[in-house]
């Protein structure tokens, strides 16, 4: 249920607050065996955030702006006092004792914390499969995969056991999940929100962003996590507009570029390429102008970003030596043992794997030939954004290449796993915003995902455009099987 359905619930209904997220608990108890969305829920906690919010009204004093709205947090953002795992071995003990900056805002402005979403171990991954908490699976059809790596997150929102959800998104984890789950997922540009609390995983690609049942619902979240933060130094110090003021603009003359390298790739599925293909006739009917552009390094992405990512990944996760955090191992006779045993005991095979192809890629000798070399193709895309930005105001690409798949296609063969991140990686090596929109379904009547791509700090043109289209296509007749 959207945020404009549960306001009036609660006004029509006249129920409290406390009442409304009780229901929602209940609903956490019946439904989630089946899916496996939360890692945990935070009940207490979200009484008394709930109760707040019930003396606010009794007492009619002014709202904060999501008051009463209950969300999920990907676990791999901090929520002070609570476990924040990464769905890893490595952290299923760790109690953060901070705040994120992005989720403290949320409870500043009235949201609800209802608990902690399943995700790919430390955000590395396609298909919440790498979890040691288990899979979870996708409402639409629980045999298969619901995304990752904000899988719980999104499935969550799908399958209505929360409002909204939090997830992060390195290459793609929020809007990907978002298109195999049917919901709407955003990520800002880098630095439009505060990455403090978010645990590390290819920190110049990171960013925090919502998954919600409609566009104005993103609008809303984006609008109170996003602004400048003294605790991180990449955190832009830019004016926050009020996004949702800008959603029901004409796209009269709004003009979309449609890349053509990402139509033409081999691997996209036709029936996606078709439903994306009518999304753009759509557009072309509210009055869009559809231009074709060339970004031709576009499809290089997801070799550079499979460079750059691990690299990073591997000096952040460098701090897990089973001293001053997490797991360690019971066995090791000395520090260098210890060390080695707790990383090999407590990450899994994928967490791994990043790790040793970013140590290979960065090591003496390789960094120029890997590293650097990624760095500069990530230059190259970013240029052929610029240069598609000179002719239009957003870009057009179906979110995903194929539609969700079933659960172990892909647990034995990693490469192809990566290759579900194709059209996702470039706006997060490019630093771009980027908002993924149900915009139709497979024959198998699972959803298929639209991808709009906007300039550095122009959230605020893809949501308009995106809004614009959602209440004209109200593509979602078909619900959940769950
Ligand atoms: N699927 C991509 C990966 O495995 C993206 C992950 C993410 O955005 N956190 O790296």
């Given at each position: 249920m959207d945020f404009k359905s549960l306001r009036k619930e609660i006004k029509t209904k006249n129920i409290s607050v406390k009442e409304l997220v009780n229901e929602f608990f209940s609903k956490i108890d019946s439904k989630d065996p089946d899916i496996n969305s939360y890692i945990c829920t935070t009940n207490e906690n979200a009484i008394l955030q709930a109760e707040n919010i019930d003396k606010l009204i009794q007492n009619n004093e002014i709202l904060p702006p999501l008051a009463g709205m209950p969300i999920a947090i990907k676990d791999n953002i901090c929520t002070k006092g609570v476990v924040t795992s990464c769905a890893s071995e490595m952290l299923k003990n760790f109690v953060a004792p901070y705040e994120s900056t992005a989720s403290g805002k949320l409870w500043s402005s009235g949201g609800i914390c209802l608990g902690k979403t399943n995700l790919d171990e430390f955000a590395m991954g396609s298909s919440t499969e790498t979890s040691c908490f288990g899979v979870t699976s996708n409402p639409w059809d629980t045999n298969r995969v619901?995304?990752?790596?904000?899988?719980?997150?999104?499935?969550?929102?799908?399958?209505?056991?929360?409002?909204a959800a939090i997830g992060s998104d390195t290459g793609g984890s929020i809007r990907q999940p978002a298109s195999?789950?049917?919901?709407?997922?955003?990520?800002?540009?880098y630095g439009r929100v505060s990455r403090w609390g978010l645990v590390a995983f290819?920190?110049?690609?990171?960013?925090?962003?919502?998954i919600t049942n409609t566009v104005s619902d993103a609008a809303e979240i984006l609008y109170s996590i996003s602004g400048k933060d003294p605790f991180d130094s990449t955190c832009l110090d830019k004016p926050v507009p009020n996004y949702l003021n800008n959603l029901n603009k004409s796209i009269k003359d709004l003009k979309i570029g449609i890349i053509k390298e990402c139509f033409e790739h081999p691997g996209l599925n036709p029936e996606v390429k078709e439903s994306v293909l009518f999304g753009v006739e759509r557009f072309k009917t509210l009055g869009a102008e559809i231009i074709e552009v060339e970004c031709p390094r576009f499809n290089d992405g997801i070799a550079t970003y499979y460079v750059i990512a691990p690299s990073e990944a591997s000096a952040n996760l460098a701090r897990y030596d089973g001293v001053k955090y997490g797991y360690r191992s019971k066995e090791g006779s000395n520090l260098f043992d210890m060390t080695s045993k707790s990383r090999a005991e407590g990450f899994g095979d994928e967490v791994q794997r990043r790790i040793l192809i970013g140590t290979y890629a960065l090591s003496a000798g390789y960094s120029d030939a890997y590293y650097k070399k990624a760095q500069k193709v990530r230059t190259l895309i970013r240029k052929d954004f610029d240069n598609a930005f000179r002719k239009v105001d957003i870009l057009l690409t179906p979110t995903c290449p194929t539609t969700a798949f079933l659960k172990g296609d892909f647990v034995d063969d990693p490469l192809s796993m990566y290759l579900s991140d194709l059209l996702t990686v470039p706006a997060n090596l490019a630093g771009l915003p980027a908002i993924s929109i149900p915009c139709g379904f497979d024959n198998k009547g699972l959803p298929i995902g639209l991808q709009l791509i906007g300039n550095v700090l122009e959230e605020h043109?893809?949501?308009?455009?995106?809004?614009?289209?959602?209440?004209?296509?109200?593509?979602?007749?078909?619900?959940p099987i769950i």
């Open positions: 619901p995304g990752g790596s904000s899988g719980g997150s999104a499935a969550s929102v799908a399958a209505g056991l929360c409002a195999f789950c049917g919901v709407v997922g955003l990520k800002p540009t290819a920190s110049s690609l990171d960013q925090i962003g919502p043109r893809i949501l308009n455009a995106a809004n614009v289209f959602e209440i004209d296509a109200k593509v979602i007749k078909n619900k």
